[in-house]
C-alpha cells in the first residue's frame, strides 16, 4: 500500500485556525492564483473490495506517487468542481454537493474506477471546508474553490486499471470574477477540433478533457476571444459547449440548450439554471441547437461553478463576428441574480440545495 501522508490526527480539524474567522490576505487582491490553503482530505479505496474507509484531514502539501500508477501513465483520473460561499452574515454554504458526487460516480464507472459513496463524498467535502474555513472569502470577495480528485494511484505494469485508487479534495480561494474579466464573454466557434467525441469522455468530468483543447483555445485567446464554443465532431453544425462551461441560448420566451449525450459535461449549474428558469416561466428545452439558430439568438450565455453564469456579448463565425443582448435588462440578469442571491443565502432556499457548514 503506497501512502502520501499520515494522517495527523482523527480527521478532525486542530482549533488553532478555526479559531480566525478569516486567514491574513488581501480579499480585494483575490484573483485565479494558487492559495495554499491549510488542509486537504484523502481517503483510499481498498485494493480487495473497493470500498473506501479512513479518510483524514491533513495538512495541504505534496503526495508522493508511484510513477506505476495508472493515472500517470493512462490518465485514469476524474475532477470535481464545486464552491463554498459565504453568506451576507457571514457563514459559509456549499450548493448540492450530491449532484458532484453523483457526477463523480458516473466518471468513476466510466473509466473503471471504485468511487467514494454519496454519504462519504459529502461528509468529506463538509469536513474539508470546515478545515479552510477560514480560507472561505467574504461575502462580495469570491468563494472558496474546492477540488475533489479521483485518480488511479495503484501501481500497473500493463495497460489496467489500478488495483488502488485515492480520493482527495484540496481547496483553493478565487475571485467571483473570472481571471480577471469584467466584460461578456467573446467566443469564438471553431469548426476544425471538437472537444468531445461520441463515444468518447466528454460527459465525465475525466482529467484528460483539457489538455486537448489548450492549444485551440490559446490560439483564440491570442487573437482576443475570451474562449471557443466547440460545435459537434460529426456534422460540425450544432454547438455543443465552452471549453469549460455549459452554453443558453435566449429567443423571447424560449431558452435553449444541448442536451447531455455524451459529448456535453452534464453541468450542476446547468441542470439548476434548467430548472430555475422553468419556474420562472420560461419554456427550457434542451435540444440541438444548430450555429444558425444560435446567430438569431437574443441572448447566449454560459453556466459552471467557476464562472457562474456569464452572459456572451459576441460570437464569432467564419470571420463573422455576431452580437448579443447584454447587460442589466436581460434573462441572463435575472436568472444570475437570482442563483447568486441562493448562494449568498440572500434568497431563499426553496429547493434544498443548500448545506450549511457549522
Ligand atoms: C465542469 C464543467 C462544466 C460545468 O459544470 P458545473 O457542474 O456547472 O460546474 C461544463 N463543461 C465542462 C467541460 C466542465 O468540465
Keep these: 500500500m503506497?501512502?502520501?501522508?499520515?494522517?495527523?490526527?482523527?480527521?478532525?480539524?486542530?482549533?488553532?485556525?478555526?479559531?480566525?474567522i478569516y486567514a491574513k490576505m488581501d480579499w480585494d487582491k483575490l484573483g485565479f492564483d494558487v492559495i495554499p490553503t491549510d488542509y486537504m482530505y484523502i481517503m483510499k479505496s481498498n485494493e480487495q473490495d473497493g470500498t473506501f474507509s479512513n479518510g483524514a484531514l491533513v495538512p495541504f502539501g505534496t503526495i508522493d506517487i508511484?510513477?506505476?500508477?495508472?493515472v500517470l501513465n493512462y490518465g485514469q483520473g476524474l475532477f470535481e468542481g464545486m464552491k463554498a460561499y459565504r453568506t451576507?452574515?457571514?457563514?459559509?454554504?456549499?450548493?448540492?454537493?450530491?449532484?458532484?458526487?453523483?457526477?463523480?460516480?458516473m466518471g468513476a464507472e466510466r473509466l473503471l474506477m471504485p468511487s467514494p459513496s454519496v454519504e462519504q463524498y459529502v461528509e468529506a467535502v463538509k469536513q474539508v471546508v470546515r478545515a479552510?474555513?477560514?480560507?472561505?472569502?467574504?461575502?462580495?470577495?469570491?468563494?472558496?474553490?474546492?477540488?475533489?480528485?479521483?485518480?488511479?494511484s495503484g501501481s500497473v505494469m500493463g495497460i489496467s486499471p489500478a488495483p488502488q485508487c485515492t480520493f482527495l479534495i484540496y481547496t483553493n480561494p478565487i475571485s467571483n470574477i473570472y481571471k480577471g474579466r469584467t466584460e461578456s464573454l467573446s467566443l469564438?466557434?471553431?469548426?476544425?477540433?471538437?472537444?468531445?467525441?461520441?463515444?468518447?469522455?466528454?460527459?465525465v468530468k475525466n482529467i484528460g478533457n483539457y489538455a486537448p483543447v489548450f492549444q485551440v483555445v490559446k490560439e483564440a485567446k491570442a487573437k482576443g476571444f475570451s474562449d471557443v464554443l466547440?460545435?459537434?465532431?460529426?456534422?460540425?453544425?450544432?454547438?455543443?459547449?465552452?471549453?469549460?462551461?455549459?452554453?443558453?441560448?435566449?429567443?423571447?420566451?424560449?431558452?435553449?440548450?444541448?442536451?447531455?449525450?455524451?459529448?456535453?459535461?452534464?453541468?450542476?449549474?446547468?441542470?439548476?439554471?434548467?430548472?430555475?428558469?422553468?419556474d420562472l416561466?420560461?419554456?427550457?428545452?434542451?435540444?440541438?441547437?444548430?450555429?444558425?439558430?444560435?446567430?438569431?439568438?437574443?441572448?447566449?450565455?454560459?453556466?459552471?461553478?467557476a464562472v457562474g453564469i456569464s452572459d456572451v456579448g459576441s460570437v464569432t463565425y467564419k470571420n463573422k463576428c455576431i452580437k448579443f443582448k447584454t447587460g442589466p435588462d436581460t434573462v441572463t440578469q435575472k436568472l444570475y441574480d437570482l442563483i447568486t442571491g441562493i448562494h449568498a443565502g440572500l434568497l431563499e432556499d426553496k429547493k434544498g440545495w443548500i448545506v450549511k457548514i457549522d
Design 88 to 105: 451576507t452574515d457571514g457563514e459559509v454554504q456549499i450548493f448540492r454537493p450530491e449532484e458532484n458526487a453523483l457526477r463523480m460516480r
Design 281 to 305: 416561466g420560461y419554456q427550457v428545452k434542451e435540444r440541438k441547437i444548430s450555429v444558425k439558430e444560435l446567430l438569431r439568438a437574443n441572448e447566449v450565455f454560459c453556466t459552471g461553478t
Design 188 to 203: 469564438l466557434i471553431d469548426n476544425k477540433l471538437p472537444r468531445a467525441y461520441p463515444g468518447g469522455t466528454g460527459g
Design 132 to 152: 479552510n474555513k477560514r480560507w472561505v472569502p467574504p461575502h462580495g470577495k469570491g468563494a472558496l474553490y474546492l477540488r475533489p480528485l479521483l485518480f488511479g
Design 230 to 278: 466547440f460545435l459537434d465532431a460529426v456534422e460540425h453544425k450544432y454547438i455543443e459547449e465552452v471549453s469549460s462551461c455549459n452554453a443558453f441560448i435566449v429567443k423571447g420566451k424560449v431558452i435553449s440548450t444541448s442536451p447531455t449525450l455524451g459529448t456535453i459535461l452534464p453541468g450542476i449549474t446547468r441542470k439548476t439554471i434548467i430548472e430555475l428558469a422553468s
Design 66 to 70: 508511484n510513477p506505476h500508477s495508472a
Design 2 to 20: 503506497e501512502t502520501f501522508y499520515q494522517p495527523t490526527n482523527n480527521g478532525e480539524a486542530s482549533n488553532r485556525e478555526t479559531e480566525d
